[in-house]
């Protein structure tokens, strides 16, 4: 089992960054594949980014260029980081683990907005 706990949402202008955070409870090393997820109000949770095991990345069309996923073997923990921020952007941001099973934190909203 997997716990994931995200942090770093808030409230960014348009153009702006912020950093998400995701501690998960036990080595990502192990975790076949993890990545963030977003949820619009009225729309579909959809992939943002992942990062596989072995440290390979991909993005949706709309993330690349702009966020970055990473990770911290260490600490456990998978950051997005988000620049050049748009209204668009706006959603709750999900951390996801493929552990067997996905396991899924609570969210952070993030918002975009003048």
């Known amino acids: 089992q997997v716990q994931l706990v995200e942090s770093g949402g808030g409230l960014v202008q348009p153009g702006g960054s912020l950093r998400l955070s995701c501690a998960a409870s036990?080595?990502?090393?192990?975790?076949?594949?993890m990545g963030w997820y977003r949820q619009a109000p009225g729309n579909q949770r959809e992939l943002v980014a992942g990062i596989t095991k072995g440290g390979n990345t991909n993005y949706a069309d709309s993330a690349k260029g702009r966020f970055t996923i990473s990770r911290d073997i260490a600490k456990n923990t998978v950051y997005l980081q988000m620049s050049s921020l748009k209204p668009e952007d706006t959603a709750v941001y999900y951390c996801n683990a493929h552990y067997g099973v996905d396991y899924w934190g609570k969210g952070t909203l993030v918002t975009v907005s003048s």
């Open positions: 036990r080595s990502i090393f192990s975790i076949n594949v």
